[in-house]
């Protein structure tokens, strides 16, 4: 708060985070059971899982770039 920047931002973060511990995780202990093909798909499924997360926040910096430029969000 005394910076200035959102708490909302702050727990988004620590979501990504552990999405990508979790996924990474699970990867690798479908890589220690012989299962490869699973493992890339966890670690895919991880992948999208941030993207779906991060994409309000990316969508509301473009927006707020776009109207500092003068254009309408």
């Given at each position: 708060?005394?910076?200035?920047?959102?708490?909302?931002?702050?727990?988004?973060?620590?979501?990504?985070?552990?999405?990508?511990?979790?996924?990474?995780?699970?990867?690798?202990?479908?890589?220690?059971?012989?299962?490869?093909?699973v493992a890339g798909k966890v670690e895919l499924?991880?992948?999208?899982?941030?993207?779906?997360?991060?994409?309000?926040?990316?969508?509301m910096t473009v927006a707020t770039a776009v109207?500092?430029?003068?254009?309408?969000?």
């Amino acid at each position: 708060a005394a910076y200035g920047v959102d708490t909302g931002y702050i727990g988004l973060l620590l979501k990504i985070i552990g999405i990508a511990y979790l996924a990474q995780f699970g990867a690798q202990i479908c890589t220690d059971a012989g299962e490869t093909a699973v493992a890339g798909k966890v670690e895919l499924f991880g992948r999208v899982m941030i993207l779906l997360n991060a994409f309000p926040a990316a969508a509301m910096t473009v927006a707020t770039a776009v109207e500092l430029l003068g254009g309408k969000p």
